[in-house]
C-alpha cells in the first residue's frame, strides 16, 4: 500500500533492530514479575548506598548520585531467579557483586577518586549490599503467589503438535510455578502411535477443532509445534486462528511469513517464535499506558470548558441523551462501551447498525459539526482514562459490524490484540468515514495491521500531530 509507505521510514531503524536482535519478553511469567525482577537488584544495590550515606553522613552527596548511576547502569536489567535454588541465588548474587564490586574499586582506584567517598560508607556497603539482595530475592519469593494474583486469572494455553518440542515445552510449563500459564492440553492428528507420550496434559482433539476451541474457551496462548514440512498444513491452521485474538508462537521452527510482531521469545526457558502478538509487552506496555494517562488528563483538563459547552449544546439541539454509549469490541475481543457526543437522532446498539452516509437524514445539525471536526469524540478521552481505550490504535467498530467483517477479511479480529484508539494510522491515512466496500474496509484493517508491526512511541506522537492537523481540513467523515 503506497499510503502507509511512511510507517517504515519513521520505524525503519527500529522495526530492523527487531529483527535482527529478538527479544526476550519471558513469556513463562507474568509481565508484572518481569518488571519486578528486572529492577529489583539494581534498586537494592543503589537504595543501599543511599541508606549508608545517609546513615553516615546525614545526605546523600552528589558523589553518590553518581555512583548511583554507574551501578545501576552495570546492573539494569536483573535477571529472574525464581526458578532458581536458593543456593544457586545467593551463589549467583555473591559472584556477581564480586564482578561490579571489583570493578568500582579498580575504577575507584585507577581514577583516584576515593577520597570522595567516606570510607565507612563503601566499607560497610561492600557486605549489606549482597545480603540486602539476598533478603529482597527471599522477600520477593514469598510475595510471589499474592503477586501473581494481581495479574488476574491465569491465560489458558494450549500446544498444537504433540512430539518432542510440544512436549518438552509442556513440562516447562508444568514446572514453572510463576508461568500464569494453565495449559489445557494438546491438539494434534497423527495417530497415537506416532505422538509423544503425555501423562500430564491430555489430547483435547483434532488441529480442525482448534479455531472452535480457542473462541469457546478464550484461549490466550498457542504454541505451534509442527514441523517444517508441515508449511501447508500450518498455513492452514493460521487462516483458521485469524477471527480469534489468541497469541500464536512457533517451537522453535519457522518459515517466514507475514508476522504481527513476530520475534523470538522464551516460555518457561523454552524458545519460541512469535506469529501474531500484541506490541504492547512488557516496557512498552508500561510507555503505551503512561502515555495514554498522561496525554488524556492533560487534554481533559484543556478541553473541559469546551465538553461542558457542546453537552449543553446538544440537549438544547434535539432530544435524547448527551452522551451516547455505544459498544464496541475492545482489548482481546472483549466488549466495552465507548462514550461519544450524541450526533443524530437514534441511538442505534442493535444487531444490525447502518453506518453513517453522506447526507444522512439521522444526523442532527449540531451532530454534522461535531462529526466533520471530530468533537463528537472527545468523551472517549474517558475512556482512555478507564483503560478501555488507547488515545492511538485500531478505531472500534460496532459490534454488528465487527460481527459481519471477521468472517469477510483475513486478520481482522488481529486489530484486538491493543486496545481501540480515538484516532489510528488508517485514519489519518485517508481511511475515515463510511466503509461502503469490502475494498475500503479490507484498506483500514492493512493500515491497522501495519501499525501494529511498526509501532513506536514516535509513531503514536506522530499520528497524534496529523490528527490534529487534519481535524480542520478533513471532508471524510459524515
Known amino acids: 500500500m503506497d499510503n502507509v509507505t511512511p510507517v517504515n521510514q519513521l520505524n525503519s531503524a527500529s522495526a530492523w533492530l527487531d529483527r535482527r536482535e529478538p527479544r526476550s519478553m519471558g513469556l513463562g511469567r507474568s509481565h508484572l514479575f518481569t518488571a519486578v525482577e528486572a529492577a529489583l537488584d539494581p534498586l537494592v544495590l543503589v537504595f543501599s548506598l543511599w ?29 529472574s531467579q525464581l526458578r532458581l535454588p536458593v543456593w544457586k541465588v545467593f551463589s549467583k548474587i555473591a559472584f556477581h557483586w564480586v564482578w561490579i564490586a571489583g570493578l568500582l574499586l579498580l575504577t575507584g582506584f585507577v ?64 514446572g514453572s510455578a510463576y508461568s500464569g500459564i494453565d495449559l489445557k492440553g494438546f491438539f494434534d492428528d497423527r495417530g497415537e502411535e506416532r505422538r509423544e507420550s503425555q501423562d ?45 485474538t489468541a497469541s500464536i508462537y512457533f517451537v522453535p ?80 475481543g472483549e466488549q466495552i462501551l465507548v462514550y461519544k457526543f450524541r450526533s443524530m437522532a437514534v441511538t442505534e446498539d442493535g444487531g444490525t447498525i447502518q453506518q453513517a452516509r453522506k447526507n444522512d437524514m439521522r444526523i442532527t445539525r449540531l451532530g454534522a459539526i461535531l462529526r466533520r471536526t471530530s468533537l463528537d469524540e472527545l468523551p472517549q478521552f474517558i475512556n482512555v482514562l478507564q483503560g478501555r481505550m488507547s488515545i492511538v490504535g485500531p478505531r472500534p467498530h460496532a459490534v454488528a ?25 488508517a485514519q489519518v491515512n485517508g481511511q475515515r468515514g463510511e466503509t461502503d466496500t469490502l475494498d475500503k474496509m479490507q ?18 506522537f506522530y499520528i497524534i500531530l496529523r490528527t490534529v492537523r487534519l481535524v ?3 471532508s471524510a467523515a459524515y
Open 200 to 244: 500430564d496434559y491430555p489430547l483435547v482433539g483434532k488441529i480442525d477443532d482448534l479455531p472452535a476451541y480457542v473462541k469457546k474457551h478464550r484461549i490466550q496462548f498457542i504454541y505451534l509445534s509442527l514441523p517444517m514440512a508441515s508449511r501447508p498444513r500450518i498455513l492452514q491452521v493460521l487462516d483458521g486462528l485469524k477471527d480469534t
Open 401 to 425: 459490524h465487527n460481527e459481519m467483517y471477521r468472517s469477510l477479511i483475513k486478520g481482522y479480529m488481529v486489530r484486538h490484540k491493543v486496545r481501540p484508539g480515538i484516532t489510528g494510522w
Open 111 to 174: 581514577t583516584e577518586y576515593f577520597h570522595k567517598f567516606s570510607m565507612a560508607v563503601l566499607g560497610n556497603w561492600l557486605w549489606v549490599a549482597p545480603v540486602a539482595q539476598a533478603g529482597a530475592h527471599l522477600a520477593l519469593r514469598a510475595a510471589a503467589p499474592q503477586l501473581l494474583k494481581l495479574q488476574g486469572a491465569v491465560k489458558g494455553a494450549v500446544i498444537v503438535g504433540m512430539n518432542e518440542q510440544g512436549v518438552s515445552l509442556a513440562r516447562h510449563i508444568a
Open 51 to 79: 541508606g549508608l550515606a545517609f546513615f553516615f553522613e546525614g545526605s546523600v552527596r552528589p558523589a553518590y548520585l553518581i555512583l548511583s548511576v554507574i551501578v545501576f547502569s552495570l546492573t539494569f536489567p536483573g535477571t
Open 472 to 474: 480542520f481540513k478533513d
Open 253 to 332: 521452527d519457522m518459515f517466514i511469513t507475514d508476522l504481527i510482531q513476530g520475534r523470538s521469545d522464551s516460555v518457561c526457558g523454552v524458545t519460541v517464535i512469535s506469529v501474531c502478538d500484541t506490541p504492547f509487552r512488557g516496557v512498552n506496555g508500561v510507555l503505551k499506558r503512561a502515555s495514554d494517562i498522561v496525554l488524556s488528563l492533560l487534554i481533559l483538563l484543556l478541553i473541559s470548558p469546551v465538553m461542558l459547552v457542546i453537552g449543553l449544546m446538544v440537549k438544547l439541539d434535539s432530544p435524547g441523551p448527551v452522551i451516547f454509549k455505544q459498544r464496541r469490541y475492545g482489548l482481546d
Open 443 to 460: 484498506s483500514r484493517i492493512d493500515c491497522d495491521l501495519d501499525y501494529l508491526r511498526n509501532w513506536s512511541l514516535q509513531l503514536d
